[in-house]
């Protein structure tokens, strides 16, 4: 990411609205159950939500913001090169590291009843929450300081609670291990498995092994979806463990699982935005019907986990089906979460007709989407452009530079998209350069042309696969990409009659206003409460017509990415992006009426 620059354009300014919003967050309160937990005076209260509030104690998510919040920091510094975040890395791993001291652990939390959760948890007996889930985000972002801040505290700190994590499990039969694993643990195998990357440890390899879950493992290994009824976001990031697990033992089960995996979901299993689940859970699709318009569709945490994972299987296989889903769920996920006027960010984002985009206070909320928002927009950067050894993959149409230093390259990309369908890269090189530009051509544009130095040199009508361009390239070469965006429909099997429209890869959302919204109201404490927010009666206007016709009737409006369509009693419905709705009332999916003659 230090290697890439952002430039305007909708990822810039949602990266500005996350850093001002950890900068504006005091770490001493981040921190003050860690302290209290180690015997020492809190410096500043405690935060709100999830960190503090009674309603909330039984999930055991008290400290789960601090690691999410060191991780945002490290993806910032990485970005940005701001020494502040950095400062507060180390300020953060220097006050872990004064908590270790004084209990005399390497277990660093912040429970309500501290280690004794932890212990209970790993004696097999029954308590309420998440503890590993928890856990596991402060080993993220310790690990994430380490390696994208090179912050030394951390490092000491992170191994210490490591190292603690592998002789408080080590007692453990397999079976105990199997049986604690049925409770939600996060990625807890994936940072195993990090640590022994960065350590050459056999023990974190094996226990990066121990705590990949076996029952999820076994079926998925076999090509065997038995996703129903699961919740979801506990799902995904075992399996980004699996992927790295695979990567550290060479164990295909792990591998073939992760791949059959994102296969089902990214396949048959999302929404069109790229989300999926109702209420966290997978459901069976035959039952669509039921679930694709409920208030609590789409949890944002599991978008932010499945393009961990897409990355992560892009980079063994760099397929144009791992960068178009990429993409689809960037713009429609990822990006729609955020408020673009506070930063704050949403936990689902459903489609109920006429509901609204709900999310977090500064303060009071905490939810594990927050966590995952302060992540998400400080890290658009690591996905835009991937090299090997002489290729250069161009993933995303974003305006922005790489510079490849071994290569004395640097490629800057001029665009309008999504707003214009095409994209142009310039070489600034220090020397002539024989070098492969891989251009992706999307499964959405039916043709691409190529053109260098405004000469076309190649041209294709098979989307879907990245389009190869060789030469010797010299300093000032123009490569022009010129792409077609269309409406499209999109309708489930199990539901034909439904159907969300698109433009390319965006989703187009229907406009449908404010009526009966109270400024502010879109702001929320409980994620709970989604779907009895904002509930006053609302009629959203109707469509008529087979779905495909329907997606050609769209017509485009005075703006850029505005469009109309005729509702079924000929008022027309303007449509924009997903990613552009905020504040107002929307509707990405529709239940269409037979068409009158």
């Given at each position: 990411?230090?290697d890439?620059?952002?430039?305007?354009?909708?990822?810039l300014h949602?990266q500005?609205?996350?850093?001002?919003?950890?900068?504006?967050?005091?770490?001493?309160?981040?921190?003050?159950?860690?302290?209290v937990?180690?015997?020492?005076?809190p410096?500043?209260?405690?935060?709100?939500?999830?960190?503090?509030?009674?309603?909330?104690?039984?999930?055991?998510?008290?400290?789960?913001?601090?690691?999410?919040?060191?991780?945002?920091?490290?993806l910032?510094?990485?970005?940005?090169?701001?020494?502040?975040?950095?400062?507060?890395?180390?300020?953060?791993?220097?006050?872990?590291?004064?908590?270790?001291?004084?209990?005399?652990?390497?277990?660093?939390?912040?429970?309500?009843?501290?280690?004794?959760?932890?212990?209970?948890?790993?004696?097999?007996?029954?308590?309420?929450?998440?503890?590993?889930?928890?856990?596991?985000?402060?080993?993220?972002?310790?690990?994430?300081?380490?390696?994208?801040?090179?912050?030394?505290?951390?490092?000491?700190?992170?191994?210490?609670?490591?190292?603690?994590?592998?002789?408080?499990?080590?007692?453990?039969?397999?079976?105990?291990?199997?049986?604690?694993?049925?409770t939600e643990?996060?990625?807890?195998n994936e940072?195993?498995?990090?640590?022994?990357f960065?350590?050459?440890?056999?023990?974190?390899?094996?226990l990066?092994?121990r705590?990949?879950?076996?029952m999820l493992?076994?079926p998925?290994?076999?090509?065997r979806?038995?996703?129903?009824g699961l919740?979801?976001?506990?799902?995904?990031?075992?399996?980004?463990?699996?992927?790295?697990?695979?990567?550290?033992?060479?164990?295909?089960?792990?591998?073939?699982?992760?791949?059959?995996?994102?296969?089902?979901?990214?396949r048959?299993?999302?929404?069109a935005?790229?989300?999926?689940?109702d209420?966290?859970?997978?459901?069976?699709?035959?039952?669509?019907?039921?679930?694709?318009?409920?208030?609590?569709?789409?949890?944002?945490?599991?978008?932010?986990?499945?393009?961990?994972?897409?990355?992560?299987?892009?980079?063994?296989?760099?397929?144009?089906?791992?960068?178009?889903?990429?993409?689809?769920?960037?713009?429609?996920?990822?990006?729609?979460?955020?408020?673009?006027?506070?930063?704050?960010?949403?936990?689902?984002?459903?489609?109920?007709?006429?509901?609204?985009?709900?999310?977090?206070?500064?303060?009071?909320?905490?939810?594990?989407?927050?966590?995952?928002?302060m992540?998400?927009?400080?890290?658009?950067?690591d996905?835009?452009?991937?090299?090997?050894?002489?290729?250069?993959?161009?993933?995303?149409?974003?305006p922005?530079?790489?510079?490849?230093?071994?290569?004395?390259a640097?490629?800057?990309?001029?665009?309008?998209?999504p707003?214009?369908?095409?994209t142009?890269?310039?070489?600034?090189?220090?020397?002539?350069?024989?070098?492969t530009?891989?251009?992706?051509?999307?499964?959405?544009?039916?043709?691409?042309?190529?053109?260098?130095?405004?000469?076309?040199?190649?041209?294709?009508?098979?989307?879907?696969?990245?389009?190869?361009?060789?030469?010797t390239?010299?300093?000032?070469?123009?490569?022009?990409?010129?792409?077609?965006?269309?409406?499209?429909?999109?309708?489930?099997p199990?539901?034909?009659?439904?159907?969300a429209?698109?433009?390319?890869?965006?989703?187009?959302?229907g406009?449908?206003?404010?009526d009966?919204?109270?400024?502010?109201?879109?702001?929320?404490v409980?994620?709970?409460k989604?779907?009895?927010?904002?509930?006053?009666?609302?009629?959203?206007p109707?469509?008529?017509?087979?779905?495909?016709?329907?997606?050609?009737?769209?017509?485009?409006?005075?703006?850029?990415?505005?469009?109309?369509?005729?509702a079924?009693?000929?008022?027309?419905?303007?449509?924009?992006?997903?990613?552009?709705?905020?504040?107002?009332?929307?509707?990405?999916?529709?239940?269409?009426?037979?068409?009158?003659?």
């Amino acid at each position: 990411m230090a290697d890439v620059t952002l430039g305007d354009g909708p990822f810039l300014h949602a990266q500005r609205q996350t850093e001002a919003y950890l900068i504006r967050l005091q770490p001493d309160r981040l921190l003050h159950n860690f302290r209290v937990n180690a015997g020492l005076q809190p410096k500043a209260p405690a935060y709100g939500g999830w960190e503090s509030d009674p309603l909330w104690a039984d999930i055991n998510c008290h400290g789960h913001t601090l690691g999410h919040y060191l991780s945002g920091c490290a993806l910032a510094y990485r970005s940005t090169g701001d020494a502040r975040y950095r400062q507060r890395i180390d300020y953060i791993a220097n006050e872990l590291a004064a908590c270790q001291q004084a209990s005399g652990s390497g277990l660093v939390c912040a429970f309500p009843d501290g280690a004794a959760l932890v212990s209970a948890h790993l004696r097999g007996d029954k308590i309420t929450g998440v503890p590993w889930y928890t856990l596991h985000k402060v080993y993220a972002g310790l690990r994430d300081a380490t390696l994208l801040a090179d912050s030394q505290p951390s490092r000491a700190v992170l191994l210490r609670l490591a190292d603690w994590g592998v002789v408080a499990t080590r007692p453990l039969s397999d079976a105990q291990f199997e049986a604690m694993l049925a409770t939600e643990h996060g990625g807890m195998n994936e940072i195993y498995a990090d640590l022994y990357f960065m350590t050459g440890k056999d023990d974190y390899r094996a226990l990066a092994q121990r705590f990949s879950h076996k029952m999820l493992l076994e079926p998925l290994a076999k090509h065997r979806d038995q996703l129903d009824g699961l919740h979801a976001n506990t799902q995904v990031p075992k399996i980004i463990g699996f992927q790295r697990v695979y990567e550290a033992t060479g164990d295909i089960r792990y591998r073939d699982a992760a791949t059959f995996f994102w296969n089902t979901v990214s396949r048959t299993r999302s929404f069109a935005t790229g989300g999926h689940g109702d209420n966290e859970h997978f459901f069976p699709m035959a039952d669509f019907r039921e679930h694709v318009f409920s208030a609590k569709g789409s949890e944002t945490c599991c978008q932010h986990n499945m393009l961990k994972l897409t990355r992560a299987l892009f980079l063994h296989d760099p397929q144009s089906d791992y960068a178009d889903y990429y993409e689809r769920t960037l713009y429609n996920g990822i990006l729609a979460s955020q408020d673009p006027d506070s930063g704050m960010a949403t936990y689902f984002q459903g489609a109920r007709p006429g509901y609204m985009k709900l999310y977090h206070t500064p303060e009071e909320s905490f939810w594990c989407c927050t966590g995952t928002g302060m992540e998400n927009h400080v890290k658009y950067r690591d996905s835009i452009y991937f090299h090997d050894h002489n290729t250069l993959y161009v993933n995303l149409f974003v305006p922005s530079a790489v510079t490849w230093k071994d290569k004395g390259a640097q490629l800057t990309q001029v665009t309008r998209f999504p707003e214009a369908p095409s994209t142009t890269l310039r070489w600034t090189l220090q020397r002539p350069a024989d070098l492969t530009l891989k251009l992706r051509h999307p499964g959405w544009s039916r043709s691409a042309a190529i053109l260098v130095n405004g000469t076309e040199v190649q041209r294709s009508t098979a989307p879907g696969r990245y389009l190869d361009v060789r030469r010797t390239w010299k300093n000032g070469d123009e490569v022009t990409l010129q792409l077609a965006m269309t409406t499209a429909a999109e309708t489930a099997p199990a539901a034909p009659d439904i159907a969300a429209f698109t433009y390319g890869p965006l989703v187009l959302a229907g406009a449908l206003g404010k009526d009966g919204l109270a400024p502010g109201a879109d702001i929320i404490v409980n994620e709970r409460k989604y779907g009895s927010y904002n509930d006053t009666p609302f009629a959203a206007p109707q469509l008529a017509g087979e779905p495909d016709a329907l997606a050609a009737s769209i017509r485009p409006a005075q703006q850029p990415l505005e469009f109309t369509v005729a509702a079924a009693d000929g008022k027309p419905v303007r449509l924009v992006p997903y990613y552009r709705i905020a504040h107002e009332r929307y509707a990405t999916y529709w239940e269409l009426k037979p068409a009158t003659a």
